[in-house]
C-alpha cells in the first residue's frame, strides 16, 4: 500500500476566487478522502436583522450573492408577504419569474464559462461569458444594476416593465438563443470535452437523495425535483418541466444547466407573452408576525429561507440555506477515488458558491 | 463559430480610450440639487446604509459614496424631488481625496 500524504487545497485556488478549503486525502495521485472546511468570508448577515428592519432587510438579502442576487431578494419578500398574508399584484409575479430566468441564464453562462476554463478549453470559456455579457445588459437595462438588481420589493417589484422593452427583450433573447446553441453544440458534442467529463465524478440516485444534493447536482443524477414545481412567482402559468439527465457524472451536470438555459429562454417568451396589464406593487402596513419557510429554486439549486417576525419592525430570525452547503456532502462523496487533476474540475461542478453559504 | 470569431469586431471596448455608455435608468450615484432641497431628513432616515447625513439647522446635505449602495430609496422618498439618480458610476478616489 502507497503512503497517504495529505494536499490542502484553498482558500486561495487558481479555480475559484472564493476560499472554500479541502484537506485531499491522497494515495498516489488518486483522492481518498476529502475533508472540507469553510469560515473565511462570514458577514454575519442573518445577524443584520436586529438593526435593519424587515424592509431594509430585502437589500441586505440580495447581497447575500452576488450571481442568483434577485431570487434570494425575492425569496425574502416571499416570505415575509407569506407571514404577513400580502396579496401581490399578478404583474410582478410575471416580472419576477422573468428576471429570475434571466438570472439563472446568466449564472449558467457563467458557470459554463468556468467549467470551460477548468477542463482547459479557453476559448469556450471567452464565449460563454461574451454571451453571458448580453444578458446582463437585459438586465442593466430593465433594473438599473447588472449585478445587484435592486428591483425586489416587499409587495411587489421596484420596477415595470413596459411593452416596448418587453418586445426587445424578446428580440435580444431570440439573439442570445442563437448564439447559445453554437456554444452548447462544443459543450455536448466535442470529443475532448467528452473525454475530461464524461464518467467522472458519478453521483448516484441513491447517494444524491440520501446526502441531500439539489439543484442541477440532483437533477443529473435522476430525480426530478425543482422547487419552481411549488408555483412561487408565475411559474404555475408557464408550461415546463425539469430538465433531468440520468449518467450523475459531470457531463450529465453540463448537459442539465445546458438544457436550463434553453428552458430559461422558453420561459422568458412564454412570460412575456402572457404578461397581464396592471400594478407592480401593494402598500404594506403592519409588521409581520409569524414564520415562514420561503423555498425557491436558484440557478444552483433550492434555497431556504427561514423568517420569524414577532410584529416589530425587526426580525426575530432569518436563517438562510443556500444550494452549495447542500451540495457539499455530495461533493465529498465524488472525490475519493479520482485524480489529483481533476479535483479542480469536480469541485466546480457542484457551482460554488462559498459567499452565500457563509453569508 | 471559429469563422465569425476571426472576421468580426472585438466583443470588448479598447477601455479606456472608448467607454460603454451606461443604460437608460443605469443606477450610477445619487447626486442632490440643493438648491431645491427643504432637508427635510426623509432620505438620512430611509437610507439602507446610513450614508447620507442632513442637517436642518446648517443646511447642509452630505452623502457618503462609499457607504452608499444605490438601492435608489432616497430617490423614491424625496418630497422635492431634487434627488437625482444618475447613471455614471461616482470616480474612484483615494482616501486622502474622500477626506477634503
Known amino acids: ?359 | 463559430m471559429v469563422l465569425k470569431s476571426l472576421f468580426s469586431k472585438p466583443a470588448t471596448y479598447m477601455y479606456p480610450l472608448l467607454t460603454r455608455e451606461p443604460m437608460v435608468g443605469s443606477r450610477g450615484s445619487i447626486v442632490n440639487h440643493v438648491d431645491q432641497c427643504s432637508y427635510c431628513t426623509l432620505c438620512q432616515k430611509k437610507c439602507p446604509t446610513d450614508a447620507i447625513v442632513v442637517d436642518r439647522e446648517k443646511k447642509t446635505w452630505a452623502i457618503d459614496s462609499m457607504r452608499c449602495i444605490t438601492c435608489n430609496a432616497c430617490v423614491d422618498v424625496c418630497p422635492k424631488s431634487c434627488l437625482e439618480m444618475l447613471t455614471t458610476y461616482s470616480s474612484s478616489k483615494t482616501a486622502a481625496e474622500l477626506s477634503r
Open chain 1, 1 to 359: 500500500m502507497s503512503n497517504r500524504t495529505i494536499i490542502p487545497f484553498g482558500p486561495q485556488h487558481p479555480v475559484l476566487p472564493e476560499p472554500i478549503h479541502l484537506d485531499l486525502v491522497m494515495e498516489d495521485e488518486l483522492v481518498v478522502e476529502a475533508i472540507p472546511r469553510i469560515g473565511w468570508v462570514h458577514r454575519g448577515l442573518e445577524k443584520l436583522v436586529e438593526k435593519k428592519d424587515f424592509l431594509e432587510m430585502t437589500y441586505v438579502a440580495e447581497r447575500i450573492c452576488g450571481i442568483c442576487s434577485f431570487i434570494h431578494g425575492l425569496t425574502y419578500c416571499h416570505g415575509i408577504e407569506q407571514i404577513m398574508n400580502i396579496e401581490v399584484p399578478i404583474r410582478a409575479h410575471f416580472l419576477r419569474t422573468l428576471w429570475s430566468e434571466l438570472s439563472r441564464i446568466h449564472s449558467h453562462l457563467l458557470w459554463l464559462g468556468l467549467v470551460a476554463d477548468a477542463f482547459g478549453f479557453e476559448s469556450l470559456f471567452m464565449h460563454s461569458w461574451r454571451i453571458r455579457e448580453k444578458v446582463l445588459d437585459i438586465i442593466e437595462a430593465t433594473t438599473g444594476g447588472r449585478v445587484i438588481f435592486g428591483s425586489a420589493k416587499v409587495g411587489g417589484t421596484r420596477r415595470d416593465i413596459d411593452n416596448e422593452m418587453l418586445k426587445r427583450i424578446i428580440a435580444q433573447v431570440t439573439e442570445i438563443e442563437k448564439e447559445m446553441k453554437e456554444i452548447s453544440q462544443t459543450f455536448l458534442n466535442d470529443y475532448s470535452v467528452q473525454q475530461r467529463l464524461k464518467g467522472v465524478g458519478i453521483l448516484s440516485k441513491a447517494d444524491a437523495n440520501m446526502l441531500g444534493a439539489v439543484g442541477p447536482m440532483l437533477r443529473a443524477s435522476g430525480i426530478n425535483q425543482d422547487m419552481r414545481k411549488l408555483n412561487y412567482a408565475a411559474y404555475g402559468h408557464i408550461d415546463w418541466e425539469p430538465v433531468m439527465a440520468q449518467d450523475g457524472d459531470c457531463f450529465a451536470r453540463v448537459e442539465v444547466r445546458v438544457g436550463e438555459l434553453f428552458q430559461a429562454t422558453d420561459m422568458i417568451r412564454q412570460v412575456i407573452e402572457k404578461m397581464p396589464e396592471g400594478p407592480v406593487d401593494v402598500k404594506v402596513t403592519g409588521s409581520p408576525n409569524g414564520e415562514f419557510f420561503a423555498r425557491t429554486e436558484q440557478p444552483r439549486g433550492e434555497v431556504i429561507y427561514y423568517l420569524k417576525g414577532n410584529g416589530s419592525k425587526n426580525l426575530e430570525r432569518m436563517r438562510v440555506r443556500t444550494p452549495t452547503f447542500a451540495n457539499i456532502p455530495a461533493i465529498t462523496k465524488i472525490l475519493p477515488g479520482i485524480q489529483l487533476a481533476d479535483v479542480p474540475m469536480m469541485l466546480l461542478t457542484i457551482d460554488p458558491c462559498i459567499s452565500c453559504t457563509e453569508r
